[in-house]
């Protein structure tokens, strides 16, 4: 029994390290946009996300039940299976984010839970028809939805602001991006936070400390949403530089339409126990949000990663979670060596992201190497090819001298200088 307590409290504690990293991870969710276009400084857009997600959390609970009693059976599950569950969602969330990739926190613990429940009770475990409809289906609908409505929306905002003043328009955009982000910030809390406590409470049931089907413990939601909101303020500022500058260059109006329209989504998803990934729609959104601009860029490039990375996230936190849960099943020592290899990669991957560091104070001061090398748009050519000259200095630097006839007056004006 001893043996049984411990193992549920590394489950628990290991839950809430997963939570940690789905804040820090997913911080750009919420706040690139924003860190993007200058609405807010860094720090502060991190920390108001912070508050936010922590009180999202509180707010339902129907995200938490899908995991919990919907997604796999119960009866099947041992503590070492959600254990083994975590460990693939942890290390793929840190090697996304080291290469600065805003893959999906919440199919990482999906691909995670899928694989250690078939390595250890087998397919019939897993509940097909809820993967699909609240997993799967969601996962290719959202950023769909997400990124016509930004689309729509930004397209909007410009025609109707097509006669206001630039700057105050902007300004009035950047207090509405402040607004927005704050919707998302609470819609994360809202959905990603109850994945954790849908997992503890997974954890619980199996380890006979909660009745079936209970829904989690207020302990669990405080919990839960005090991790991600820790992580949340540490910021995750690699995949905020991608989110916010390597996938399209944002103005203020466009950032408002884009957190809007992932808000929206969201909130939706949560309230319907959809367990949809906030990556996925905020992706979907700025996306949108760079195609509804006249001359805008979506750099395809760093799209492209993003959706190898998004293919790869279920199956990849699968076969390590089921690696996992195959060695915990030679006993305490196997369970002892995961939680040494777990500990040990996440130290090497910190590390290495030292060589490179990323931070508040340089998360905007350069695009990242996609910037320049995505080509500007049709639309975007065609404006540089007709702007006229430069005038004052510029010009004079630009001057060719036309030697004068053969034959001419040396005191007359021998030569012209004109501009090309």
Request: proline share 5%; hydrophobic share 50%.
């Amino acid at each position: 029994m001893e043996s049984f307590s411990l193992i549920l409290a590394i489950v628990v504690v290991t839950a809430l390290a997963f939570d940690f990293t789905n804040g820090f991870h997913d911080t750009a969710n919420a706040m690139a946009t924003t860190i993007s276009t200058g609405a807010l400084k860094p720090k502060v857009a991190v920390a108001m996300s912070a508050v936010l997600n922590l009180v999202g959390a509180f707010l339902s609970v129907e995200v938490a039940n899908t995991i919990s009693k919907g997604l796999v059976d119960e009866a099947g599950i041992r503590p070492e299976v959600i254990f083994a569950a975590l460990v693939g969602a942890i290390l793929w969330n840190l090697l996304t984010w080291l290469v600065g990739l805003p893959s999906s926190s919440s199919h990482a613990l999906m691909g995670g839970l899928i694989g250690a429940t078939v390595a250890s009770a087998g397919f019939g475990a897993v509940h097909g028809d809820v993967l699909v409809t609240k997993v799967l289906l969601p996962a290719i609908a959202a950023p769909l939805v997400a990124g016509i409505a930004a689309m729509l929306a930004t397209r909007l905002t410009y025609r109707l602001g097509r006669d206001a003043d630039t700057k105050a328009s902007e300004k009035g955009y950047r207090a509405g991006q402040i607004a927005s982000a704050g919707l998302v910030s609470l819609a994360h809390g809202t959905n990603d936070a109850q994945k954790t406590m849908g997992i503890i409470t997974l954890a619980l049931v199996a380890g006979g400390a909660v009745a079936p089907d209970s829904d989690p413990p207020v302990w669990v939601i405080l919990s839960a949403g005090l991790a991600i909101a820790l992580g949340t303020y540490l910021g995750g500022w690699r995949i905020i530089r991608t989110m916010g500058k390597g996938l399209t260059d944002l103005q203020p109006q466009q950032g408002f339409a884009a957190q809007t329209s992932a808000a929206t989504v969201i909130l939706a998803s949560s309230h319907l126990g959809f367990s949809l990934s906030t990556t996925h729609s905020v992706s979907g959104s700025v996306m949108g949000a760079g195609l509804g601009r006249k001359g805008g860029v979506v750099r395809w490039s760093t799209a492209t990663r993003m959706f190898v990375a998004w293919g790869l996230t279920l199956p990849a936190a699968a076969l390590v979670a089921a690696l996992a849960e195959w060695v915990c099943g030679f006993g305490s020592w196997g369970t002892a060596v995961v939680a040494v290899f777990l500990v040990a990669s996440s130290a090497a991957i910190w590390k290495i992201s030292r060589r490179e560091v990323v931070d508040h104070t340089n998360v905007n001061e350069h695009d990242t190497p996609e910037a320049s090398e995505e080509p500007a748009g049709v639309v975007t050519q065609a404006i540089a090819a007709v702007t006229p000259p430069p005038a004052g200095p510029a010009a004079e630097e630009l001057s060719a001298t036309i030697p004068a006839p053969v034959g001419a007056d040396p005191q007359a004006p021998s030569a012209a200088s004109t501009t090309v």
